[in-house]
Antibody, heavy 127, light 108 residues
Framework: QVQLQESGPGLVKPSGTLSLTCDVSGGPISSNIWWSWVRQPPGKGLEWIGD???????DYNPSLKSRVTISLDKSKNHFSLNLSSVTAADSAVYYCARIISGHDYSNSYYYYAMDVWGQGTTVTVSS | SSELTQDPAVSVALGQTVRITCRGD??????ASWYQQKPGQAPLLVIY???SRPSGIPERFSGSNSGNTASLTITGAQAEDESVYYCNSRDSFTNHVMFGGGTKLTVL
């Protein structure tokens, strides 16, 4: 059973770069799967940051795209998030997740869901 | 529109049926997925696809889609179902992913 665990500094200075890692256990990261980062500011809802496929393909939230990089290290079975030029507004709980997706041909619909989540890690941006 | 809209709060009497809705243009081509989140915990997937439940999710949770609206139905709500529920989808043109604002469910 796949499990995910986020890790990284809990405190980042303003204008610095937030760097987090998501360790994947119980299965290879290089399988035919997309991986995702999601964040949740204190008391607020979920915000999608971006997705990455094992081939290196990425999709990013347009509101964060200029500051976000998601990368994948197959040798370490983990994927990472870098968010640059951070401000207090980037303070949040950051989650990594595994994506399941596909096409329901009989109904001409697609599906997309995050079926496995890490426990989340809190990042505070403050001097 | 690339947004998903949910009612902020819904309440249900213990043992009764409740429907939580999610609206957005992306739902015309993507099924909504639904997540339950309790305070201090990571979101938990409860419904995905046309109406699929991950292992361990009770049968009282079900989902449906019609036009630009998706619904999560809890048939016979239990006290432990009191949570915030989020819908989630993806835009078929941009591949951008979105979450609804969340619905806080209170079980009375």
């Amino acid at each position: 059973q796949v499990q995910l665990q986020e890790s990284g500094p809990g405190l980042v200075k303003p204008s610095g770069t937030l760097s987090l890692t998501c360790d994947v256990s119980g299965g290879p990261i290089s399988s035919n799967i997309w991986w995702s980062w999601v964040r949740q500011p204190p008391g607020k809802g979920l915000e999608w940051i971006g997705d990455m496929y094992q081939s290196g393909s990425t999709d990013y939230n347009p509101s964060l795209k200029s500051r976000v990089t998601i990368s994948l290290d197959k040798s370490k079975n983990h994927f990472s998030l870098n968010l640059s030029s951070v401000t207090a507004a980037d303070s949040a709980v950051y989650y990594c997740a595994r994506i399941i997706s596909g096409h329901d041909y009989s109904n001409s619909y697609y599906y997309y869901a995050m079926d496995v989540w890490g426990q989340g890690t809190t990042v505070t941006v403050s001097s | 529109s690339s947004e998903l809209t949910q009612d902020p709060a819904v309440s249900v009497a213990l043992g009764q049926t409740v429907r939580i809705t999610c609206r957005g243009d992306s739902l015309r081509s993507y099924y909504a997925s639904w997540y339950q989140q309790k305070p201090g915990q990571a979101p938990l997937l409860v419904i995905y696809g046309k109406n699929s439940r991950p292992s361990g999710i009770p049968e009282r949770f079900s989902g449906s889609n019609s036009g630009n609206t998706a619904s999560l139905t809890i048939t016979g709500a239990q006290a432990e179902d009191e949570s915030v529920y989020y819908c989630n989808s993806r835009d078929s043109f941009t591949n951008h992913v979105m979450f609804g604002g969340g619905t806080k469910l209170t079980v009375l």
